[in-house]
């Protein structure tokens, strides 16, 4: 007898035995004697599974990654204003996302486990360069400013954007103690209206190591209506 034709054989001999079995009994039966081929589907499926996703990451180039750090509106932040308006007037592709995240960071004794959560990712953001504009409070801008974290923008930003708005800009120290325009007040936009940006949090900057410093310009023409 031929391989295929034993097994043949074989199939319609459990076929014959599952018919007379209660349901509850080909469940036992099943689960007893191919437990390991089940097993071995469904792994077999999962890093299938992992490796698709894998490579279809590959093909994801994030045109803009923002953090919006201690924002205290009493509205839910909106950030379909970032991840779909803005998105569409530059013009950017499916495969092209703006990621926004919201956190809460707190220093001293007011630090919690969440905080540096946080604070340890976004140190592995900009580690692989993926964080690109930083959106917080005072503290927190003084905060990375003081590690180099955050651009001088009077030597970023193209001269036009600098006339216009050199009277919101503000200072923090950096690494060596000197003062530097880190961040700018954006507050009293319709851009923070929309998102319900609340005023504290409302300070823009641009992340030193940015791959996307052009794209971050950009926001900033669209946020102030240039």
Request: charged letters at 20%; aromatic letters at 10%.
């Amino acid at each position: 007898m031929s391989l295929k034709e034993q097994l043949k054989t074989e199939l319609r001999a459990e076929g014959h035995k599952m018919k007379e079995m209660s349901l509850e009994d080909k469940i036992w039966y099943i689960w007893e004697y191919y437990k390991f081929h089940i097993a071995g589907v469904i792994l077999a499926a999962m890093f299938l599974s992992v490796i698709i996703h894998s490579a279809y990451n590959t093909t994801i180039h994030p045109a803009l990654h923002c953090i919006i750090l201690n924002n205290r509106s009493s509205e839910e932040l909106d950030t379909s204003i970032l991840e779909e308006d803005f998105h569409t007037l530059m013009g950017f592709g499916k495969k092209e996302p703006i990621y926004t995240e919201s956190m809460y960071i707190s220093y001293g004794d007011q630090a919690t486990e969440l905080s540096y959560a946080s604070m340890a990712k976004i140190t592995a953001l900009v580690a692989s360069r993926d964080l690109d504009v930083l959106m917080g409070d005072r503290e927190n801008i003084e905060h990375y400013a003081s590690m180099d974290g955050l651009a001088d923008l009077s030597t970023l930003l193209p001269q036009d954007l600098l006339s216009r708005l050199e009277d919101r800009f503000s200072y923090a120290a950096d690494s060596t103690g000197q003062s530097r325009p880190v961040s700018i007040d954006i507050s009293g936009t319709d851009f923070a209206g929309k998102i319900h940006l609340s005023q504290e949090a409302a300070n823009f900057g641009i992340i030193s190591n940015s791959t996307h410093t052009d794209n971050a310009i950009s926001l900033l023409r669209y946020i102030f209506g240039l």
